[in-house]
């Protein structure tokens, strides 16, 4: 999977977790939160739970997006990646 990717992935599972604003996170607290949300949902479940926040709730589907992408540039390159194994389970 490409870097592009892996990052759509990434935000896609956070958009789909329990993860607030007012959350204080670390990349290890984000990182757990893509891991278990992707263990709970898998990937395209995590696509579909975010689609349909899209589809009944646009104009807040589109700001928690935006934080999303925004959380996941700040934190430090690889800080938001799962541990190791957990790609592999996602797939």
Do not use: K
Not at 6 to 27: E, V
Not at 29 to 38: D, F, M, S
Not at 68 to 80: D, H, T, Y
Request: net charge positive.
């Amino acid at each position: 999977m490409s870097r592009l990717n892996m990052i759509d992935a990434r935000c896609t599972a956070l958009f789909a977790s329990g993860l607030q604003r007012s959350d204080a996170l670390t990349g290890h607290i984000v990182a757990e939160a893509v891991r278990l949300t992707v263990r709970q949902y898998g990937v395209r479940g995590c696509a579909a739970r975010m689609a349909q926040e899209f589809g009944d709730h646009p104009e807040a589907a589109i700001d928690r997006m935006r934080w999303i992408r925004q959380l996941v540039g700040e934190l430090p390159a690889g800080s938001a990646r799962p541990a190791a194994g957990c790609a592999r389970r996602a797939a």
